[in-house]
């Protein structure tokens, strides 16, 4: 079973943070941006995320360190988050983000830190572990999540406003298109592909017809 999981959840699905690494002044200017009194006493680039930097960070004065999220791939996201934290946060643990700058051509916010182990550490971990319990506590956290209801389907702009309603046939098309992602292609064999796009497929057909014989 644990190879199982090892099979899903690879290593190599995250960028490493030395990859993406921040100049100091920029990391420093941030948090100066944002805490323009505060000392900072010590800070590092944390590992996890897929598209962003994550920094954790203590300075003077605070009773918890803070998180500093750049975001590199989208910097609308920032506001997403934060409206979505907003949304959740009588439902779910979420972190609140604080604030949201511009500077040196990034985009960051200031998260709340919430120490504790991700799910996909937590599945890695050589560890013998509870599926099962694990499996439905996810279950409940995202019924939780699936109470919150819009007026219609849709993509999100940065206020959480469906700016692009979306049909069946659009949703079957972004699925289908989204097989022929390059990072889709680099974790899933082709036969895996066609597998879900078949899926896909009987989804989208009509039920058929039962008649009396």
């Not at 930097?53 to 203590?58: G, H, P, S, V």
């Not at 219609?152 to 702009?157: E, L, P």
Request: one cysteine or more.
């Amino acid at each position: 079973m644990q190879q199982e999981v090892g099979m899903t959840f690879k290593d190599n699905w995250e960028k490493s943070h030395t990859q993406y690494n921040l100049a100091d002044p920029v990391i420093r200017k941030m948090l100066k941006i944002a805490y323009p009194n505060k000392h900072v006493n010590h800070y590092e680039i944390i590992a996890g995320g897929c598209a962003n930097i994550n920094i954790k960070a203590d300075l003077s004065g605070l009773e918890s360190p803070i998180i500093i999220r750049v975001y590199l791939r989208d910097p609308k996201a920032a506001y997403k988050e934060q409206k979505i934290g907003q949304l959740l946060s009588a439902k779910v643990p979420l972190p609140q983000i604080y604030q949201i700058h511009d500077t040196s051509g990034y985009t960051f916010a200031v998260a709340e830190f919430l120490p504790g182990t991700t799910l996909r550490d937590l599945l890695l971990n050589d560890k013998k572990i509870d599926i099962a319990t694990i499996m439905f506590k996810v279950g409940e956290t995202l019924a939780h999540i699936a109470d919150t209801k819009f007026a219609s389907s849709g993509f999100f702009n940065e206020h959480l406003e469906i700016t692009e309603p979306i049909t069946q046939d659009g949703m079957i098309a972004f699925c289908q298109n989204s097989l022929h992602h390059n990072t889709v292609k680099s974790v899933l064999s082709a036969k895996q592909r066609q597998q879900i796009n078949d899926l896909i497929v009987s989804v989208q057909a009509p039920p058929a017809k039962i008649t009396n014989c």
